[in-house]
């Protein structure tokens, strides 16, 4: 294997060995929402014209999980790596920020996928979406992983310790993902509050995701491809420039 591909193994490796932890407590959890708010709301919430709501809600879980588990992958392993004294023997190495970046993100997204295919095979039990569009299904899987994966590697680098990197979690990653559209249709909302949305990029990964199901969305598909596109080449970007210059893991 060339180096970039031999990172990118090691760290696939080191959430799978561990993949209880890293693949099905997602996957028990996204359950848990879908017997919850399934059966609380089936009755009282209508999204759709022709989707029931636990249906609707399924892509957006399996999506959630992958965003948050990506995110999750490449940040951890980054902040654990720098902790523990470990990252200098990459640094050792002369892979270049290319390579750094492929495998961080590409291992993320590896167990982003994982975990969004664990959630659906699961939650599809309790009802089954339509495949109308999976070209659209397969296109926002993969990037929206991929984005957050590389924002990730940015949280990794800039965090020097765990309570750092749990702070952008818990106040920029999870409010991001469960104000984007999971739960409900942004139709539902006042106006004040749909602007809102619109300024959230999360909510153009889970509508376009959820189109390739039922072939509604709340926005143009288009539209939520260029928008995330857009973030995710800025983010990308970002990610490679920090990798190039070392920041915050060369003296």
Avoid: C
């Amino acid at each position: 294997m060339t180096g970039w591909q031999t990172l990118l193994y090691k760290e696939v490796l080191r959430f799978w060995k561990v993949s209880f932890q890293t693949v099905a407590a997602p996957v028990l959890t996204a359950v848990l929402y879908l017997l919850i708010f399934g059966h609380v709301l089936q009755n009282n919430v209508k999204v759709y014209d022709r989707v029931e709501y636990t249906a609707f809600l399924i892509p957006g879980l399996v999506m959630m999980s992958m965003l948050q588990n990506a995110f999750a992958n490449s940040s951890s392993s980054l902040v654990q790596s720098k902790i523990m004294g470990s990252l200098v023997f990459v640094l050792l190495t002369p892979l270049s920020h290319w390579s750094w970046f492929g495998a961080y993100v590409g291992s993320a997204m590896a167990r982003g996928l994982a975990v969004g295919i664990g959630v659906f095979a699961v939650t599809a039990f309790f009802a089954q979406p339509d495949f109308l569009a999976p070209a659209w299904i397969l296109v926002f899987a993969l990037m929206g992983s991929a984005l957050l994966g590389a924002l990730g590697v940015i949280a990794g680098l800039w965090a020097e310790k765990f309570d750092q990197m749990a702070a952008f979690q818990n106040f920029v990653i999870m409010p991001m993902t469960f104000l984007s559209g999971v739960f409900y249709s942004i139709r539902s909302l006042p106006p004040f509050w749909q602007d809102v949305s619109h300024l959230n990029p999360f909510f153009y990964m889970i509508d376009g995701f959820r189109y390739g199901f039922f072939g509604v969305s709340d926005v143009s598909p288009w539209l939520s491809l260029g928008i995330v596109s857009t973030a995710l080449i800025v983010v990308s970007g970002l990610a490679l420039h920090l990798l190039r210059i070392g920041y915050k893991i060369r003296g």
